[in-house]
């Protein structure tokens, strides 16, 4: 019983010796505490995410919780990244060009519903024009996508096989022929045949084609409007901006990834998701060249050109409509196979 005794007094004044030496430091060891993010996304949004938008999270992060948070995160073309999606990469978030893609990872099992529906704005990160990107001084005269579709005119174009960019392009281009006045179907293919005709060079994303472009490749590229802000304010511009009097705006799409969420994970995605949607984050988004989805904000950035009669892609039914009618019978099956013919 003694030894019992003795033994348990041994403990217990060991244990009082390691609380004694350990909880000074709870709190520091709590704020070393980390977590870890898995975010995959197309390549047009990449330095505005890791420069802007993921520093801002993180530092919220901490402050809510004392935790550090590590964003592992990769980037390429809209459809490049959806099949390694499919492929069973862990990511947690995606974040892509198109509904389109968000459409292919449901119905290929990735996502178990269409989650970024319930997301604010239908999981509408932000927006941004497409325009056209000419040579300093414009020397094809180039006005509007009509003249892209002029002989001689050398065309770099993203590949519409793996980028979400690419179909953007496509449906700003035949969507400014349908926005003429008696303007039908025949129109819109007649300017995508001109255009086509034309391009010269085919990258598999928007940013691949914007460097193709830089790098000396080409007359003109069809491009988000971010491109052009975000390149000058870098360095000095070799190319200046065509605002077509009809566009595209693109809407870019965020979803979590349930299936690879972990329960402890909840928040913390949750957390990321509604602070895309915070005016700090939206503003974040304006400064580095994207269209907010919050009107309100967009004027604080004074570079957004003007656009006459920007168009959606809800104008034509949604990306099922479009990608059936638009994408796949008119340019896939009909423009694509004149060319060849």
Same mark, same amino acid.
């Not at 065309?155 to 960019?165: M, T």
């Given at each position: ?36 993010? %898995?975010? !995959?996304?197309? +390549?047009?949004?990449?330095? /505005? ?15 809510? =919780? ?15 990244? =959806? ?7 862990? +990511? ?5 060009? =198109? ?42 005269? *180039? ?5 892209? $579709? ?13 980028? &979400? ?8 281009? !035949? ?6 006045? &008696? ?11 001109? *255009? ?26 069809? /491009? !988000? ?5 975000? /390149? ?7 190319? #200046?901006?065509? !605002? ?36 700090? $984050?939206?503003?974040?988004? %304006? ?5 907010? %989805? ?18 959606? *892609? ?19 099956? #009909? ?7």
């Amino acid at each position: 019983m003694r030894r019992l005794v003795v033994l348990l007094a041994a403990v217990a004044g060991g244990l009082a010796v390691v609380l004694w030496t350990v909880w000074p430091w709870l709190p520091l060891a709590k704020n070393r505490q980390s977590r870890t993010m %898995v975010i !995959y996304g197309f +390549a047009i949004v990449e330095k /505005t995410l890791t420069k802007s938008i993921f520093p801002a999270f993180q530092k919220k992060w901490k402050e809510r =919780t004392g935790e550090d948070l590590e964003i592992i995160s990769s980037f390429g073309g809209s459809g490049t990244m =959806t099949n390694q999606l499919i492929m069973g990469v862990p +990511a947690e978030v995606a974040i892509l060009s =198109t509904e389109l893609d968000m459409q292919r990872l449901y119905r290929s099992g990735v996502l178990k519903t269409e989650s970024w529906k319930r997301l604010p704005y239908g999981g509408v990160m932000n927006r941004t024009p497409f325009i056209i990107l000419v040579r300093p001084g414009n020397p094809k005269g *180039i006005r509007d996508f009509d003249d892209l $579709a002029k002989r001689g005119v050398r065309i770099v174009h993203p590949d519409p096989l793996v980028s &979400g960019a690419a179909n953007w392009a496509i449906m700003a281009e !035949y969507g400014a022929a349908l926005r003429k006045p &008696g303007a039908k179907e025949a129109q819109g293919k007649a300017l995508l045949l001109g *255009i086509w005709r034309n391009v010269v060079s085919q990258a598999g994303s928007g940013r691949a084609a914007r460097t193709q472009f830089e790098n000396g490749f080409g007359d003109a590229l069809i /491009t !988000y409007e971010q491109d052009i802000i975000a /390149t000058t304010e870098d360095h000095v511009s070799t190319q #200046e901006a065509v !605002y077509p009097r009809s566009t595209i705006l693109s809407e870019h799409t965020v979803t979590p990834i349930d299936k690879h969420i972990k329960p402890h994970q909840r928040e913390l995605i949750q957390a990321f998701l509604d602070f895309l949607w915070s005016d700090e $984050a939206q503003m974040l988004f %304006v400064q580095d060249g994207f269209r907010s %989805v919050k009107e309100r904000l967009n004027g604080a950035n004074p570079r957004f050109g003007v656009i006459t009669d920007p168009f959606l *892609i809800d104008d034509f039914g949604g990306w099922g409509e479009a990608k059936r009618n638009i994408i796949d019978r008119i340019w896939k099956d #009909e423009v694509l196979k004149e060319l060849k013919s």
